[in-house]
T-cell receptor, first 115, second 111 residues
Framework: NAGVMQNPRHLVRRRGQEARLRCSPMKGHSHVYWYRQLPEEGLKFMVYLQKENIIDESGMPKERFSAEFPKEGPSILRIQQVVRGDSAAYFC?????????????FGQGTRLTVV | DQQVKQNSPSLSVQEGRISILNCDYTNSMFDYFLWYKKYPAEGPTFLISISSIKDKNEDGRFTVFLNKSAKHLSLHIVPSQPGDSAVYFCAAARSARQLTFGSGTQLTVLP
């Protein structure tokens, strides 16, 4: 039973490019959460999705950031026109149907570096 | 506005002794609390949790204590082992919604 899979593990983008981060939840998990960790800080909630639905995006920046969790395939966190301040570790977590978040399992993260 | 605070960025403990990691929160609506452990370049790993209706939960070497009146929780690890060296994050949830994390405490267990 594979854990939460995130790819790529490391991503380098130039300012102005787009970054796409992928997350495949654990088998049987239908809740996906994205968190961002800036250097020397804790993880900050960004968005909570179920299949084909955004449940809570209160932590998402209003511009350039979007997320989806289609019926088939992984969840995608998309950052358009990246800036240096987007450099961070982005973690995805998943939890089972009917069990929201409380013991979510995390992926290994994608480390985004904007140069 | 930091709703979950870990005021000690680092803690060093001798192997075999007790490690006590502390966490304070400000939002009285939080009803579930968790501790995660994180190694460099890896995602957080769930350790132990506690519901707000309890004041203690134990799992092997790990015990979490919750003091609701003081809005304080702590994680006790005894005996501490070198493999416990990692960053420990306290997190809180309200009505099973998203987690709010503290900034972490780096625990170093000295052999």
């Amino acid at each position: 039973n594979a854990g939460v899979m995130q790819n790529p593990r490391h991503l380098v983008r130039r300012r102005g490019q787009e970054a796409r981060l992928r997350c495949s939840p654990m088998k049987g998990h239908s809740h996906v959460y994205w968190y961002r960790q800036l250097p020397e800080e804790g993880l900050k909630f960004m968005v909570y999705l179920q299949k084909e639905n955004i449940i809570d995006e209160s932590g998402m920046p209003k511009e350039r950031f979007s997320a989806e969790f289609p019926k088939e395939g992984p969840s995608i966190l998309r950052i358009q026109q990246v800036v240096r301040g987007d450099s961070a570790a982005y973690f995805c977590a998943s939890s089972p149907l009917g069990q929201q978040n409380t013991e979510a399992f995390f992926g290994q993260g994608t480390r985004l570096t904007v140069v | 506005d930091q709703q979950v605070k870990q005021n000690s960025p680092s803690l060093s403990v001798q192997e075999g002794r007790i490690s006590i990691l502390n966490c304070d929160y400000t939002n009285s609506m939080f009803d579930y609390f968790l501790w995660y452990k994180k190694y460099p370049a890896e995602g957080p790993t769930f350790l132990i949790s506690i519901s707000s209706i309890k004041d203690k939960n134990e799992d092997g070497r790990f015990t979490v204590f919750l003091n609701k009146s003081a809005k304080h929780l702590s994680l006790h690890i005894v005996p501490s082992q070198p493999g416990d060296s990692a960053v420990y994050f306290c997190a809180a949830a309200r009505s099973a919604r998203q987690l709010t994390f503290g900034s972490g405490t780096q625990l170093t267990v000295l052999p």
